[in-house]
């Protein structure tokens, strides 16, 4: 959920709790909001508690992580996908600074390579290790 709605709705659980049960009505819009602040909070250490165990910018399928992103996800919902943090790799024109670059990378070396845009994804690609093969 986009912050602006979030903070939109609390206030309006505000008004509507003031204007219908006065001030028990503000105690209760305000104990909710703090309740889905709190609910907000946990997710987000369980995402960081289960990343702690693993190796930064490692993952178990690079093909796998490359197959499951779509366009506009956030970080906190890659970091499950992973089970990792990324390993942070310089925006290549290193301006603009709400761009953020991630790569994870899986034991055989494939890589996956994911740039953020104001914490949503915008693009991500997949490099392959060269083969023996390939000239």
Do not use: C, Y
Not at 3 to 25: D, E, I, N, P, T
Not at 26 to 46: D, H, K
Request: no cysteine; glycine share 8%; net charge positive.
């Amino acid at each position: 959920m986009n912050a602006k709605w979030g903070w939109a709705l609390a206030a309006l659980a505000v008004f509507v709790g003031w204007s219908q049960w006065g001030w028990q009505g503000v105690v209760l819009a305000v104990t909710l909001t703090v309740f889905w602040l709190l609910l907000q909070f946990n997710r987000a250490v369980r995402v960081m508690r289960q990343a702690t165990g693993a190796p930064v910018g490692h993952v178990a399928s690079a093909v796998m992580l490359h197959s499951r992103l779509r366009q506009g996800m956030r970080l906190m919902e890659i970091i499950p996908l992973t089970r990792s943090l990324g390993q942070r790799a310089d925006d290549p024109a290193g301006t603009d600074p709400a761009l953020e670059r991630f790569v994870w990378t899986d034991a055989s070396g494939a890589s996956v390579s994911v740039e953020l845009a104001r914490g949503r994804v915008r693009s991500w690609a997949l490099q392959r290790p060269p083969t023996e093969g390939d000239a």
